[in-house]
């Protein structure tokens, strides 16, 4: 996987916190949740330049990655046990999909 972890919490500037709106798109399914830090993100179809970010409860952007196929294995085992925001942006970088992602081990 070619994402970028951020190592250090870092404050994501006011444009980029979660308060954004954003469409949910049903078909996007996240398996399994909860998990252990690995998971499978199926878009539901062909990807066309989406990104995946993962952020804190409190909003602050601890992960992400471009997304290249329809279905991707998830590998976030340096992630702590814990309650995150997984949201799905498309190639305009429009939030299209968020939901909650529970790590437990």
Do not use: C
């Amino acid at each position: 996987m070619t994402g970028a972890f951020f190592p250090e919490i870092i404050d994501v500037p006011h444009t980029e916190r979660l308060g954004r709106p954003q469409v949910t798109i049903p078909a996007i399914r996240i398996f399994p949740n909860p998990n252990s830090g690995t998971f499978i993100l199926d878009l539901g179809q062909e990807a066309e330049g989406e990104k995946v970010e993962i952020f804190s409860l409190s909003g602050t952007k601890i992960w992400e990655d471009n997304l290249e196929d329809r279905v991707h294995k998830m590998q976030l085992e340096q992630l702590p046990s814990g309650v995150y925001w997984l949201r799905i942006l498309d190639s305009n970088l429009d939030p299209i999909h968020m939901q909650k992602l529970m790590i437990n081990r």
